[in-house]
C-alpha cells in the first residue's frame, strides 16, 4: 500500500510540473507590468520629493523599449493613464500606436488611473514618442515629442526635471534622424533659458549637449565655443551626459587648433564614459590619436591593440606609423585609400592637417642625419615639388624651434648644427610641470567627490529590501547608460 501510495504522489507531482511547464509566459502582460511599476515609481517620487525614483524608472527605458508593441501600449495606455488627464491627449497617445482609447479600454480601469499624478501621463507619452521612434515613424514621434514637450512646459514641476531632460534628449534624436537638428535651435535656447532660471541642472546639460551637437554637425565650430563660453555645464550631472559634453569641447578645441587642451578634453570624456560604451569610446579615441599626433607626441601602441578598438583603429594605426616615420608617401597612401573611413569619422580637416607634421618629422630626421643637405635632395627624399617649397618648410621648421639648422640661400643646402642635450633647455621643467598639473588635478577631483558620499541618502531608507533594491539597480545602472551611450 505504501508503494501504491508513493506512486501516486509521484505521479501527481509529475502532472504538476508539466503543467507548471506547459503554462506559456505572457510576454506582453510582463512588459504592462514593468510600465506600471515604473509609473509606481514616479509616483513615490511624487510622494517622497526624491528624483532618484524617477532615475530608477528612466534607468529601465533602454530595456523596455526594446519590448515594447501598438497592443502593449494600448492596453497601458488604457490601464494606467491618469483618470484627471487630458482626454484628447489619451486619444491621440491610442491614435498614434495604431488604436483607440474606447478599443482598448479594461474592466481595471478605474482602480488603475486614481491617484496618478501627471508624471505617469507624461512618461506613457515618452514610451509613445520613443516607440514610434523605433519604428521608424519620425513625423508621428515629431509630434509626439512636441505634445510632450507643450505639456511640460505647462506644468513647470519640479519633480518632472527628470522626465523632461530624458525628453529633450528623445526630441533631439528623433529631429536628428530626420536631419532637421539645426531647426530645433531656438526652441533648445529658449528651453535653456528656462531650466537655467528653474535651476533645473540635468535639464541644461541635456539641452547643452543638443545645442553643441546641433553647431559640430554643421561645422559652426565659432557659434558652438560661443555657447560654451556663454553658458556653465553643471557639475552634478550623470557621467554620460558630462562625457559628451567634454567629447564636443574636443572637438571644438582641435578645430581652433587648441590641440592641448582638445586632448585633456577627449582623455577626460573617455575616462567618464561608460566601460561598455564601445561606439562612444571609438569615436573619441579616434579624434585623440589624431590630436595626440597633431601635438607632435605618438600614441601609445597599446592603445590600438584593445579588444574594442583594434579594428576601428586600423587605419588611424597606418596612419601613426607614416607620422612616426616622417614617410610622407606612405602617409599620402593611406589617406587615399581610407579616405571615405576619414570622412565618415569627421576627422579628414585634422587629418589634412597633419601633413605638414609629417613633413617635419622627415625634415627633422634629416637634419640629425645629415650636417649638410642640399634642398633639392632634401625635397627629393620629403616627396615635394620643389626645392623652393622645401626651403619653405624648413625655414618654418627653424623658426619653430624643430630643427637647429641654418639654409643657405645661395648655395641652396641646409647645414645642421651640433645637437644640444635636451637636458639643458626648458623642455623638462615643462614637461615635469604639465604632470604635476595633471596630478593636482586628478587630486582637486578626488576630494570633490569625497566632500558627499553617494550613497549618503541610504541611512534614510525604510527598509532592508529597499536598500537591497537600490543595491541592484546600482549594479544595473552603469549597464543602462552603456545602452544610452
Given at each position: 500500500m505504501a508503494t501504491a501510495s508513493k506512486a501516486k504522489t509521484d505521479v501527481?507531482?509529475?502532472?504538476?510540473?508539466?503543467?507548471?511547464?506547459?503554462?506559456?509566459?505572457?510576454?506582453?502582460?510582463?512588459?504592462?507590468?514593468?510600465?506600471?511599476?515604473?509609473?509606481?515609481?514616479?509616483?513615490?517620487?511624487?510622494?517622497t520629493q526624491e528624483p532618484r525614483y524617477s532615475f530608477r524608472a528612466l534607468r529601465k527605458l533602454n530595456t523596455l523599449r526594446k519590448k515594447l508593441?501598438?497592443?502593449?501600449?494600448?492596453?497601458?495606455?488604457?490601464t494606467h493613464y491618469p483618470a484627471s488627464g487630458d482626454a484628447d491627449v489619451k486619444e491621440q497617445l491610442s491614435a498614434a500606436v495604431g488604436g483607440s482609447s474606447m478599443d482598448s479600454t479594461t474592466d481595471d480601469e478605474s482602480t488603475a488611473t486614481k491617484a496618478m499624478p501627471v508624471e505617469a501621463e507624461l512618461y506613457l507619452q515618452l514610451l509613445v514618442a520613443v516607440f514610434l521612434m523605433d519604428s521608424g515613424k519620425l513625423a508621428e514621434a515629431e509630434d509626439a515629442s512636441n505634445g510632450l514637450l507643450e505639456r511640460l512646459d505647462q506644468l513647470k514641476r519640479r519633480s518632472s526635471h527628470v522626465l523632461g531632460a530624458r525628453a529633450f534628449f528623445i526630441h533631439a534624436r528623433i529631429h536628428e534622424l530626420r536631419g532637421t537638428l539645426s531647426a530645433t535651435r531656438p526652441m533648445f535656447q529658449r528651453a535653456l533659458r528656462k531650466a537655467t532660471l528653474q535651476t533645473n541642472e540635468l535639464g541644461q546639460a541635456v539641452i547643452i549637449n543638443a545645442l553643441l551637437r546641433s553647431f559640430?554637425?554643421?561645422?559652426?565650430?565659432?557659434?558652438?565655443?560661443?555657447?560654451?563660453?556663454?553658458?556653465?555645464?553643471?557639475?552634478?550631472?550623470?557621467?554620460q551626459e558630462a562625457a559628451r559634453y567634454q567629447y564636443y569641447l574636443g572637438r571644438i578645441k582641435a578645430v581652433q587648433l587648441d590641440y592641448t587642451e582638445a586632448y585633456q578634453h577627449l582623455i577626460e570624456?573617455?575616462?567618464?564614459?561608460?566601460?561598455?560604451?564601445t561606439g562612444f569610446l571609438q569615436a573619441v579615441f579616434k579624434m585623440a590619436v589624431i590630436v595626440q599626433l597633431l601635438t607632435g607626441?605618438?600614441?601609445?601602441?597599446?592603445?590600438?591593440?584593445?579588444?574594442?578598438?583594434?579594428?576601428?583603429?586600423?587605419?588611424?594605426?597606418?596612419?601613426t606609423c607614416a607620422v612616426r616615420t616622417g614617410d610622407v608617401k606612405a602617409f599620402n597612401t593611406v589617406v587615399a585609400d581610407n579616405q571615405a573611413t576619414f570622412l565618415a569619422d569627421e576627422t579628414m580637416l585634422l587629418i589634412q592637417r597633419l601633413r605638414h607634421s609629417v613633413i617635419k618629422t622627415g625634415v627633422r630626421k634629416m637634419s640629425v642625419s645629415y650636417s649638410r643637405i642640399s634642398l633639392a635632395d632634401l625635397a627629393s627624399k620629403l616627396s615635394l615639388d620643389t626645392p623652393e617649397e622645401a626651403e619653405y618648410?624648413?625655414?618654418?621648421?627653424?623658426?619653430?624651434?624643430?630643427?637647429?639648422?641654418?639654409?643657405?640661400?645661395?648655395?641652396?643646402?641646409?647645414?645642421?648644427?651640433?645637437?644640444?642635450?635636451?637636458?639643458?633647455?626648458?623642455?623638462p621643467q615643462e614637461a615635469f610641470h604639465q604632470r604635476i598639473n595633471f596630478c593636482l588635478k586628478i587630486h582637486r577631483d578626488s576630494v570633490k567627490a569625497m566632500r558627499y558620499a553617494p550613497t549618503a541618502y541610504r541611512k534614510h531608507l525604510i527598509s532592508a529590501e529597499e536598500l537591497e533594491a537600490e543595491i541592484a539597480e546600482a549594479?544595473?545602472?552603469?549597464?543602462?547608460?552603456?545602452?544610452?551611450?
Open positions: 501527481a507531482k509529475d502532472d504538476k510540473m508539466e503543467t507548471e511547464v506547459e503554462e506559456p509566459v505572457d510576454e506582453a502582460k510582463l512588459t504592462v507590468s514593468d510600465i506600471a511599476n515604473n509609473i509606481g515609481y514616479f509616483v513615490k517620487a511624487v510622494d508593441t501598438a497592443e502593449i501600449l494600448q492596453q497601458a495606455i488604457a559640430v554637425q554643421d561645422k559652426l565650430y565659432d557659434q558652438a565655443d560661443l555657447l560654451v563660453g556663454k553658458t556653465t555645464f553643471p557639475e552634478s550631472t550623470p557621467n570624456a573617455s575616462r567618464k564614459a561608460p566601460a561598455g560604451a607626441e605618438i600614441p601609445d601602441r597599446d592603445l590600438f591593440r584593445r579588444a574594442y578598438l583594434k579594428k576601428s583603429l586600423g587605419p588611424y594605426f597606418a596612419l618648410i624648413v625655414a618654418k621648421a627653424i623658426r619653430d624651434g624643430v630643427i637647429d639648422a641654418v639654409i643657405n640661400h645661395e648655395e641652396g643646402y641646409l647645414s645642421s648644427k651640433e645637437v644640444v642635450d635636451i637636458y639643458s633647455t626648458g623642455a549594479e544595473l545602472a552603469e549597464d543602462d547608460a552603456e545602452e544610452e551611450l
